[in-house]
């Protein structure tokens, strides 16, 4: 191959790579990042509990490894925006999304993260004394108070008042294609 070739060669190839739908978009400023992210969550939900690590790579899609309470440990479940995949102790079966209730756990903090991925564009956060940002929004499970860093999109806390549900989110990052791939 010419040498005058590999250049521009090189150069479109490049190009082309940072083009792909596939690629993750970081948060923009002042936004939370509700897609592209993992982290660890404390949700308490109703008079329980639940602890576990969060994976969300796009739109539809969720995964949750449950953490505590020791009973459930080990219990995985993911959205992959058609079905339902639940894992425990080496059994894996799927679930019909239909048969889950809108206020299911997994369901609920899935739902709100599509809601405010569509209200995020449209809605200002509002900036609050202790410098994290809130995104209020509707959701098929009522309205949503999301809390987040608005220099990072970092998840910071969820809200859903009509579900009693309280998420809090720690060891937040943005997931990039070395970590999808893992």
Not at 32 to 41: I, L, Q, R, S
Not at 120 to 128: F, L, N, Q, R, V
Not at 141 to 170: H, Q, R, T, V
Request: hydrophobic share 40%; aromatic share 6%.
């Amino acid at each position: 191959m010419p040498r005058r070739l590999i250049l521009p060669l090189c150069l479109m190839l490049i190009l082309s790579l940072l083009m792909m739908p596939g690629c993750k978009q970081a948060a923009s400023k002042g936004q939370p990042a509700v897609t592209g992210f993992e982290c660890d969550a404390d949700v308490n939900y109703k008079d329980m509990n639940v602890k576990g690590h969060l994976k969300r790579q796009a739109e539809g899609t969720l995964t949750m490894e449950v953490t505590e309470p020791e009973t459930l440990k080990g219990l995985s479940m993911e959205w992959n925006g058609e079905t339902i995949s639940i894992k425990l102790y080496g059994f894996s079966f799927g679930v019909n999304p239909e048969q889950i209730p809108e206020s299911a756990l997994g369901k609920s903090i899935l739902n709100t993260l599509d809601a405010a991925l569509k209200a995020k564009d449209t809605a200002s956060a509002a900036k609050g004394e202790d410098g994290t940002a809130k995104l209020e929004g509707d959701s098929e499970n009522g309205a949503f108070e999301l809390y987040f860093d608005p220099s990072s999109g970092a998840l910071l806390e969820l809200k859903i008042p009509d579900l009693d549900l309280d998420a809090k989110f720690s060891n937040f990052q943005a997931l990039t294609e070395a970590s999808d791939a893992a």
